[in-house]
């Protein structure tokens, strides 16, 4: 890994938990409920695909990658009689501000959340979002004036960028949505317990996911990953580094280290709430 997949990996660590907070703070489900949506998969999905409209669940399965189709469709295109796009933008990034207030405390206030987020939106501005439908879905939005809000949308630009970036890693190595989830299981660093009943996917599903893999030579007899898994792996990784890299080599190495360090304390007050469940489908370590 060199020195630019290296920041992009650390920086992905600082910003998820900021975004993070959408999917796992109280405040969301409470604001999703109030614009009409029911159950937490339908403010999921509907709340993440807002930013490009009404979009349909092919769109939304095809996007999103790694959930099955399956899962889509029970709450797109659903979601959008009970919620418009435009009220559910609202409603994710109101209660993504109230979940920050109240995770970071007199942090909220502090000059690290001024400059975490001057410098966020500058690593955003100019991003080249070719190729990469949910981070120029919410490239597009228009900017907060709040700066906890506008520190949390630059997180989501970004994360939305890396994730983009992933999708294209794991397709290029040949993964569909399963087989990327079945590989990391099989690598020890989120259980099948926690990755197959949040993205959807059956018993058969997982079971033909593992038997193409063993096939490939990914996976042992076990079900544990080879060590041509294991490097498989290792280059989606990588690759999704490098594709990451780009607000890093952007915004300079100087400016970089600057948000960094601004986004520390923010981060870790984010993760020592616990609000982010320790083992989670995204992989996000429980400590910095």
Same mark, same amino acid.
Request: charged share 20%.
């Given at each position: 890994?060199?020195?630019? =997949?290296?920041? %992009?990996?650390?920086?992905?660590?600082?910003?998820?938990?900021?975004?993070?907070?959408?999917?796992?703070?109280?405040?969301?489900?409470?604001?999703?409920?109030?614009?009409?949506?029911?159950?937490?998969?339908?403010?999921?999905?509907?709340?993440?695909?807002?930013?490009?409209?009404?979009? /349909?669940?092919? *769109? *939304?399965?095809?996007?999103?990658?790694?959930?099955?189709?399956?899962?889509?469709?029970?709450?797109?295109?659903?979601?959008? !009689?009970?919620?418009?796009?435009?009220?559910?933008?609202?409603?994710?990034?109101?209660?993504?501000?109230?979940?920050?207030?109240?995770?970071?405390?007199?942090?909220?206030?502090?000059?690290?959340?001024?400059?975490?987020?001057? &410098?966020?939106?500058?690593?955003?501005? /100019?991003?080249?979002?070719?190729?990469?439908?949910?981070?120029?879905?919410?490239? !597009?939005?228009?900017?907060?004036?709040? =700066?906890?809000?506008?520190?949390? #949308?630059?997180?989501?630009?970004?994360? =939305?960028?890396?994730?983009?970036?992933?999708?294209?890693?794991?397709?290029?190595?040949?993964?569909?949505?399963?087989?990327?989830? *079945?590989?990391?299981?099989?690598?020890?660093?989120?259980?099948?317990?926690?990755?197959?009943?949040?993205?959807?996917?059956?018993?058969?599903?997982?079971?033909?996911?593992?038997?193409? &893999?063993?096939?490939?030579?990914?996976?042992?007899?076990? /079900?544990?990953?080879?060590?041509?898994?294991?490097? /498989?792996?290792?280059?989606?990784? %990588?690759?999704?580094?490098?594709?990451? !890299?780009?607000?890093?080599?952007?915004?300079?190495?100087?400016?970089?280290?600057? &948000?960094? #360090?601004?986004?520390?304390?923010?981060?870790?007050?984010?993760?020592? !709430?616990?609000?982010?469940?320790?083992?989670?489908?995204?992989?996000?370590?429980? =400590?910095?």
């Amino acid at each position: 890994m060199n020195g630019s =997949e290296s920041t %992009a990996r650390s920086m992905w660590r600082l910003l998820e938990p900021l975004h993070a907070v959408t999917y796992f703070a109280p405040e969301t489900a409470e604001a999703f409920r109030s614009v009409g949506t029911r159950g937490f998969w339908m403010g999921y999905f509907g709340g993440r695909a807002a930013p490009m409209g009404e979009a /349909g669940a092919s *769109v *939304v399965a095809a996007t999103f990658f790694n959930f099955s189709p399956t899962m889509v469709v029970r709450s797109v295109p659903d979601v959008w !009689s009970f919620a418009t796009p435009a009220q559910l933008l609202a409603a994710r990034s109101t209660a993504a501000t109230w979940a920050l207030r109240r995770l970071l405390g007199p942090l909220a206030h502090s000059p690290q959340v001024a400059a975490a987020a001057a &410098l966020g939106r500058r690593a955003v501005d /100019g991003l080249v979002t070719a190729g990469r439908p949910l981070a120029a879905a919410n490239a !597009s939005l228009p900017w907060p004036a709040d =700066e906890v809000t506008a520190l949390w #949308q630059a997180a989501t630009v970004l994360r =939305e960028h890396r994730g983009d970036g992933h999708v294209a890693a794991l397709v290029v190595e040949g993964l569909d949505g399963c087989q990327a989830h *079945v590989s990391l299981a099989a690598m020890g660093a989120v259980p099948r317990t926690v990755l197959q009943p949040n993205r959807g996917w059956t018993d058969q599903q997982w079971d033909d996911a593992e038997r193409t &893999l063993a096939q490939r030579g990914w996976l042992d007899r076990d /079900g544990r990953a080879t060590d041509e898994g294991i490097a /498989g792996r290792a280059a989606i990784e %990588a690759a999704t580094d490098r594709l990451a !890299s780009d607000p890093w080599e952007q915004l300079g190495a100087s400016d970089t280290t600057a &948000l960094a #360090q601004a986004l520390a304390p923010l981060t870790r007050a984010v993760l020592t !709430s616990g609000v982010i469940p320790d083992v989670n489908p995204m992989g996000l370590p429980a =400590e910095l």
